[in-house]
C-alpha cells in the first residue's frame, strides 16, 4: 500500500496541485505541494489531541472517532469497514459494541466523505501561506480546493488501517505529551502512564526520550 501511495502521490497527485497552482497563482510553490503530498501520506482522519485527556482514555476516544469515521466511508457496511481497517468482521463488532458506535447507513456516495477530508488537507495547508500569496490569487485557489479534491481522491489509494491510525495518533499525542513536559516522568505523570510504559511506547514509536 505505501508503495502504491507513494506512486500515486509523486505521479499524479503532484501534477494535479502543481497544475492547478500554475493555473490560479501563476507560480509553482513547492512549499504547498510537499505539505499537501505529506499530510496525504497519513490517515486522512483530523483528531485533536489533547493530553489533558488520559492517554487511555484520549485512545479510546480516537478509535471511537476514528471508526465512526471509517463507517461513514463505508456508508455502514461492516463488511467493507472491516476490510479496509485490516480487522476481522468479528472483532470490528466487537469494537463497535465496547466503544458504543451507532452505525448509520448513508446515502451520499462514499466518495464524498473522502473528499471532505482531503478539501480539508488542501483548505488548511492554504491558509498556512495565505499572508505569503497575493489574496486575489489565493481567494482563487481556495476556492478550487472541493473541486481539486474530487480530483485528488480519484487517484488516492487511502489507508484506513486502525494499527497505522492508532500508531499515528500515539505518536502525536506523545510527542505534545513530551514537548510540554520538562522530564518523562512528569509526562507520564501527567498523561496517567507509568514511566516504563512511556518509554517503551517511546522507543517503539521511534520518538526521542
Known sequence: MMAELDDALNNKIKPLVEQAMHKYLGIKVLEIEDD???????????????????????????????????????????????????????????????LGIEVRPQKLPKEY??????????????????????????????????????????????????DKAEKEFERRYLKKALEQNKTIIDAAKAIKLRPETLHRKLKSLGLKN
Not at 77 to 91: H, P, V, Y
Not at 114 to 140: A, G, P, R
Open 113 to 162: 466523505f473522502q473528499e471532505v477530508e482531503v478539501q480539508h488537507v488542501i483548505e488548511d495547508t492554504l491558509e498556512h501561506y495565505k499572508s505569503s500569496l497575493q489574496q486575489d490569487k489565493f481567494k482563487s485557489l481556495y476556492s478550487q480546493a472541493p473541486k481539486l479534491s474530487r480530483e485528488i481522491v480519484r487517484e488516492l489509494p487511502v489507508d484506513w488501517s486502525l
Open 36 to 98: 499537501i503530498t505529506d499530510k496525504l501520506k497519513q490517515p486522512l482522519f483530523n483528531f485533536e489531541i489533547d493530553i489533558k485527556i488520559p492517554f487511555k482514555e484520549a485512545k479510546r476516544r480516537f478509535k471511537k472517532a476514528f471508526l465512526s469515521r471509517v463507517l461513514e466511508v463505508t456508508l455502514g457496511n461492516i463488511s467493507d469497514a472491516a476490510k479496509i481497517t485490516g480487522l476481522e468482521r468479528e472483532s470490528l463488532h466487537r469494537l463497535i459494541n465496547e
